[in-house]
């Protein structure tokens, strides 16, 4: 096969490994969720890993977002414009998603100061707004992705073989950085995610191979996060 002969079912492929990262995001947003949720109700959450995962959700969730506006929708917006432009109806929902992940990104920077100064006055307004905020997203998400999907699973396999690798840019700048931990942790739990393996395909060798290392490490965070 020539540098430019595209596989057969490249498009449902590629369309199965955003849908692993649409899983990954989603339950990592119903893991915060959940997290805070019980913090709020006073069980033993670690805080400092509840900071970083946080942070790791918010960060992957805006750089998916990124990469859908500049990679993604333009490849599909030359080529189906009238139907991709049903995802329009989706800017209200991004700008409410946006804003709550400005809000617990608020939260966490209170709790990481609570802890380096030893304080206790916010912790309770902290948990409460934590705990909307982070129920907001997972909400929000799974919202947004009822929509993107559907249609999402039409356009894929009809792309064209000139416009494949950029679709294929634009998946794959889709998966979230750093984290790799929560990344095959999410890929893998509490089921392997569908998609999976073509996601692993296009991680660094350094991370498939210590995918041992990086599950246990995941499991560890899930105890932490009183959710192991």
Same mark, same amino acid.
């Given at each position: 096969?020539?540098? =430019?002969?595209?596989? +057969?079912?490249?498009?449902? $492929? @590629? ?8 899983? +990954?995001?989603?339950? #990592? ?6 997290? *805070? ?11 400092? =890993?509840?900071?970083? =995962? ?17 990679? @993604? ?6 080529? *189906? ?36 100064? #030893?304080?206790? +006055? ?9 705990? $909307? ?11 947004? @992705? ?9 356009? *894929? ?21 750093? #984290?790799?931990?929560? +990344?095959?942790? *999410? ?23 210590? $995918? ?7 499991? =560890? ?8």
């Amino acid at each position: 096969m020539s540098a =430019t002969q595209v596989p +057969v079912g490249e498009g449902t $492929r @590629l369309f199965e490994q955003l849908l692993a990262v649409h899983g +990954v995001m989603t339950r #990592g947003a119903g893991l915060v969720a959940h997290s *805070f949720t019980r913090l709020a109700g006073g069980s033993a959450v670690d805080t400092k =890993t509840l900071v970083s =995962t946080v942070q790791w959700l918010v960060d992957s969730l805006r750089h998916h977002h990124l990469s859908e506006e500049e990679l @993604l929708w333009p490849v599909l917006r030359e080529r *189906f414009r009238e139907r991709v432009r049903r995802l329009d109806r989706l800017s209200e929902q991004n700008e409410a998603l946006e804003k709550e992940l400005d809000e617990l990104e608020s939260v966490i920077g209170r709790i990481a100061e609570e802890r380096r100064v #030893g304080g206790s +006055v916010g912790w309770g307004h902290a948990m409460k707004e934590g705990t $909307r905020a982070s129920h907001r997203i997972r909400d929000l998400l799974a919202g947004r @992705l009822a929509v993107e999907e559907p249609l999402l699973r039409g356009l *894929f396999p009809a792309v064209s073989d000139e416009d494949v690798v950029r679709l294929r840019r634009a998946v794959t700048e889709c998966v979230p950085r750093g #984290g790799p931990h929560l +990344v095959v942790g *999410f890929l893998e739990h509490p089921e392997p995610v569908s998609g999976r393996d073509h996601v692993y395909a296009g991680l660094p060798p350094s991370v498939r191979w210590t $995918r041992g290392v990086l599950l246990s490490r995941f499991r =560890t965070t899930l105890r932490a996060l009183a959710a192991g």
